[in-house]
């Protein structure tokens, strides 16, 4: 994109979020909704298809500039990055990687526009951290296939319009080889979608199980079709190290307003007659803060400069998502330790965005997983033992 046309789309993305989003922050968490008036706003400005090709309606952000965007989104609940979150990345990027000119034509303007709200399905609840070892299963039946299976903790599955469904074609191969991916319609008999889930944050962001029983979906259903026969693991893993960066980036915006948050408290609170700010272990925290979102930033607009250049897709997507989901949480726990009691309480940014950071630790793969994937690809065959 042009770099003026960028520049406007920021600006125009910082006023949406910090005028119109934020004042509605409490009401998002108490009610865990997001209202009808920001989704539709959202899909006005484009950002359902801020990461799709410019060909298929979307804006066609590099990661570098999609990284900039995210810390802008960041600044606010991460209900709302959630809400186009899945279409932008790990589900809209399944029919970028892996699809066919006319699943792409079908599919991708539609997604982009927010006309259709996709979901991506792979966790399980014995396939997390690992989703080589899904135990979902496709057969073929005459020309259909037949999905069986349950899929766990699924962003967007209450309202999905589509799912990016993973599931294993072929049990005798090896974990990674025998997996593929199919478009399934919501409404398509025998799939079920549970009740949200009631989770510790980020209120808004509805997440859910998915049952498949006896699910019949035809042969273009088959993402990539013919081609994409049993190659649904590397495509996940593809749009996986994308949403890390993604997710990274969210974890910048968040710590971006959790300082501010830290500051303009010390400058207001005081105790003792003095303004806390007036404290030196109270300026000790805010430095800390500072200096690890500071870092955290830098990491990740060098993680996605690589990945731009396509010279670093596996290292650097778990560097900066391992180091920048722990950086976020540093930086909410000290957060809340400089309001003091008022940050324990409801109501407060603070306390909110502490149990809304706590997810970043886990999801795309938790940080246990993104030490193990930066040690192996580092070590390779020594890490076997």
């Given at each position: 994109?042009?770099?003026?046309?960028?520049?406007?789309v920021?600006?125009?993305?910082?006023r949406?979020?910090?005028?119109?989003?934020?004042?509605l922050?409490a009401?998002?968490?108490e009610k865990?909704?997001?209202?009808?008036?920001i989704?539709?706003?959202?899909?006005?400005?484009?950002?359902?298809?801020?990461?799709?090709?410019?060909e298929?309606?979307?804006?066609?952000?590099?990661?570098?500039?999609?990284?900039?965007?995210?810390?802008?989104?960041?600044?606010?609940t991460?209900?709302?990055?959630?809400?186009?979150?899945?279409?932008?990345?790990?589900?809209g990027?399944?029919?970028?990687?892996?699809g066919t000119?006319?699943?792409?034509?079908?599919?991708?303007?539609?997604?982009?526009?927010?006309?259709?709200?996709?979901?991506?399905a792979?966790?399980e609840?014995?396939?997390?951290?690992?989703?080589?070892?899904?135990?979902?299963?496709?057969?073929?039946?005459?020309?259909?296939?037949?999905i069986?299976?349950?899929?766990?903790?699924?962003?967007?599955a209450?309202?999905?319009?589509?799912?990016?469904?993973?599931a294993?074609?072929?049990?005798?191969?090896?974990?990674?080889?025998?997996?593929?991916?199919?478009?399934?319609p919501?409404?398509?008999?025998?799939?079920?979608?549970?009740?949200?889930?009631h989770?510790?944050?980020?209120?808004?962001?509805?997440t859910?199980?998915?049952?498949?029983?006896?699910?019949?979906?035809?042969?273009?259903?088959?993402?990539?079709?013919?081609?994409?026969?049993?190659?649904?693991?590397g495509?996940?893993?593809?749009?996986?190290?994308?949403?890390?960066?993604?997710?990274?980036?969210l974890?910048?915006?968040m710590a971006?307003?959790l300082?501010?948050?830290?500051?303009?408290?010390?400058r207001t609170?005081?105790?003792?007659?003095?303004?806390?700010?007036?404290?030196?272990?109270v300026?000790?925290?805010?430095?800390?803060?500072?200096?690890?979102?500071?870092?955290?930033r830098?990491t990740?607009?060098?993680?996605?400069?690589?990945?731009?250049a396509?010279?670093?897709?596996?290292?650097?997507?778990?560097?900066?998502?391992?180091?920048?989901?722990?950086?976020?949480?540093?930086v909410?726990?000290?957060?809340?330790?400089?309001?003091?009691g008022?940050?324990?309480m409801?109501?407060?940014?603070?306390?909110?965005?502490?149990?809304?950071?706590?997810?970043?630790?886990i999801?795309?793969?938790?940080?246990?997983?993104?030490?193990?994937?930066?040690?192996k690809?580092?070590l390779?065959?020594a890490?076997?033992?």
């Amino acid at each position: 994109m042009d770099a003026a046309d960028f520049s406007a789309v920021l600006s125009e993305v910082r006023r949406f979020v910090r005028e119109r989003v934020v004042p509605l922050e409490a009401e998002i968490d108490e009610k865990d909704e997001m209202p009808a008036e920001i989704r539709e706003a959202a899909k006005k400005m484009g950002l359902f298809g801020f990461a799709l090709p410019e060909e298929y309606g979307g804006l066609g952000l590099s990661m570098y500039e999609e990284a900039q965007l995210m810390f802008e989104l960041g600044y606010t609940t991460p209900s709302l990055r959630s809400m186009f979150g899945t279409n932008n990345g790990i589900a809209g990027h399944v029919l970028m990687v892996g699809g066919t000119e006319e699943q792409k034509a079908d599919w991708l303007p539609r997604i982009a526009s927010g006309e259709v709200l996709a979901s991506f399905a792979l966790t399980e609840a014995e396939a997390g951290s690992d989703p080589s070892t899904l135990t979902t299963r496709a057969h073929l039946d005459g020309e259909d296939w037949v999905i069986n299976g349950a899929k766990r903790y699924i962003t967007n599955a209450p309202l999905a319009d589509v799912f990016m469904v993973f599931a294993r074609t072929n049990p005798d191969a090896p974990r990674t080889r025998g997996i593929s991916t199919f478009l399934v319609p919501a409404g398509t008999p025998g799939l079920t979608v549970a009740p949200k889930d009631h989770k510790m944050g980020q209120f808004g962001a509805w997440t859910a199980d998915v049952y498949f029983d006896d699910v019949r979906v035809p042969a273009s259903a088959l993402v990539g079709g013919e081609a994409g026969l049993n190659r649904g693991f590397g495509t996940a893993m593809g749009c996986i190290a994308h949403g890390r960066v993604h997710i990274s980036s969210l974890c910048v915006g968040m710590a971006e307003r959790l300082v501010d948050e830290s500051v303009e408290y010390a400058r207001t609170r005081r105790q003792s007659g003095k303004l806390i700010g007036s404290f030196q272990l109270v300026q000790g925290l805010i430095a800390d803060s500072m200096t690890d979102y500071y870092a955290g930033r830098a990491t990740v607009l060098e993680a996605a400069r690589a990945f731009d250049a396509g010279t670093d897709t596996k290292i650097g997507p778990s560097c900066t998502k391992y180091f920048a989901s722990e950086m976020v949480w540093r930086v909410a726990d000290r957060a809340v330790q400089v309001h003091g009691g008022a940050g324990y309480m409801r109501g407060v940014a603070v306390e909110r965005f502490y149990r809304d950071a706590r997810l970043f630790r886990i999801y795309e793969g938790t940080s246990q997983i993104q030490q193990v994937i930066i040690a192996k690809a580092l070590l390779g065959e020594a890490a076997r033992g």
